[in-house]
């Protein structure tokens, strides 16, 4: 969908074009004495043009996107515009049966006409795009569709889109979303969808369906390993009065362990199969989870291979490669020492970050005040010792000038004191 712009290149006025595509629908009869006289009953003739134009879902291809056009461009000169403009829309969203393969791209064509014709604050642009999305859907064009999602959050406020309208629109784009495979782009619109609900509606049958949607699909993501952008929606907290089970397993992957989650499957036996949810999925999460809730807690960062095995209920042999897994999960990043049968932890990601996580950030911080206390105390004997060190070493440097300075005035005084004897004697003679 191009920017909006109101330009028609068609020639001829109202009445003769409108004639000449009443001919084309067989209702040329119906319409001419609309257009004749001093009364001109615009409205009344667009009206017989546009239930009639279904047929043009059947005309050759060649000349679909022409008689469409023209179509629209009549509609636009009348006040009622509005009035007419759903209908085609209804029409565009049905099958083009003169074209099977070609026949979404012609249809979906048109429709991005009629939403660049319309102006940005033109409520009807809603109901376009509404049957843009329908289209895209039935087709698989979602491709054609993605770019224009950026602009979205600009169009709904120039619509001034009420919140039940909004939340409509995002379910229909999670809906198109989830069927084209875009697993990630479909969780995210039921978020948006869920952010719709006020504080009343939190509760109603339409917030927790939507709730318990996006729950399965983080559950069973592949790539979604944060819950607090799901745990921090009303919506899903009212899931632990409507429905406590699928709450309490939330809670488990938000932030407790494999042990935990074990012991739910056995509290709440063929639970997980009887609403569709995947066991090894949820199984295999937790493992991946819980070993970077080990590596968050481990004080020491040398995370040692038998107490990932442990945690895990895994054999030893394994754990080189489920830490693999979660490195390539991008919950933790580290290096395995194979020698040391460590893993050595350099990053972790905080499942949730709460009173006990402030604590274990409270332990390292006394931790490294120890440290920096420690070194700071050994750096500062080391200055002392190197201080006392050259104060001897001075003072031996300055013994040994002064007694070198004192030995050499004596031998110096002793040798003029001969050498003026010899002068002496030698003058006596």
């Known amino acids: 969908m191009a920017p909006s712009t109101q330009h028609v290149f068609i020639d001829g006025t109202f009445a003769d074009l409108a004639q000449e595509l009443a001919e084309y629908l067989n209702v040329g009869s119906e319409v001419q004495p609309l257009l004749e006289g001093n009364v001109n009953k615009k409205d ?10 279904t047929a043009l879902n059947s005309s050759p291809e060649k000349e679909f996107t022409a008689a469409y056009n023209l179509l629209v461009y009549l509609v636009l000169q009348s006040p009622s515009v509005n009035m007419f403009l759903p209908r085609i829309c209804e029409n565009l969203s049905k099958p083009i049966t003169s074209s099977p393969v070609n026949g979404s ?47 979205l959050d600009k169009w709904i406020v120039e619509w001034d889109a009420e919140e039940e309208d909004q939340r409509k629109l995002f379910s229909q784009i999670a809906d198109v979303a989830e069927d084209a495979g875009e697993e990630e782009q479909a969780y995210q619109y039921v978020l948006k969808a869920l952010r719709t609900f006020d504080s009343g509606e939190v509760s109603s049958p339409d917030a927790q369906g939507l709730s318990l949607r996006a729950l399965k699909v983080a559950l069973l993501s592949n790539t979604h390993y944060d819950f607090q952008d799901l745990t921090s929606l009303p919506p899903i907290q009212a899931l632990n009065d409507s429905h406590p089970i699928y709450f309490e397993l939330l809670e488990i992957f938000s932030e407790k362990e494999l042990e935990d989650y074990n012991d739910f499957r056995d509290e709440h036996d063929g639970w997980i199969e009887e609403q569709g949810l995947d066991n090894s999925k949820l199984h295999r999460k937790m493992r991946l989870l819980t070993l970077a809730s080990v590596a968050a807690s481990t004080n020491s960062r040398e995370l040692e291979y038998k107490r990932i095995a442990k945690a895990l209920q895994i054999p030893a042999e394994d754990v080189e490669m489920w830490v693999i897994d979660v490195i390539r999960a991008g919950l933790i990043e580290g290096k395995l020492s194979q020698q040391k049968q460590v893993f050595l932890v350099h990053r972790t990601t905080y499942r949730v970050f709460g009173e006990k996580q402030w604590r274990e950030v409270a332990t390292r911080l006394d931790q490294w005040k120890a440290s920096l206390r420690s070194i700071k105390e050994v750096i500062s004997t080391q200055r002392q010792q190197a201080e006392a060190q050259k104060e001897r070493e001075m003072q031996e440097a300055d013994r040994k000038a002064t007694g070198a300075g004192s030995g050499a005035t004596g031998m110096s005084g002793g040798r003029r004191g001969g050498g003026g004897k010899d002068m002496v004697e030698m003058g006596t003679d």
């Open 44 to 53: 009344e003739a667009l009206k017989k043009l546009v239930t009639a134009s």
């Open 105 to 151: 791209g012609l249809a979906l064509s048109v429709l991005t006409t009629i939403f660049n014709l319309l102006q940005p604050d033109n409520e009807v642009r809603f109901n376009v795009f509404q049957a843009i999305l329908r289209l895209v859907k039935s087709s698989g064009l979602f491709e054609m569709l993605r770019p224009q999602l950026t602009k």
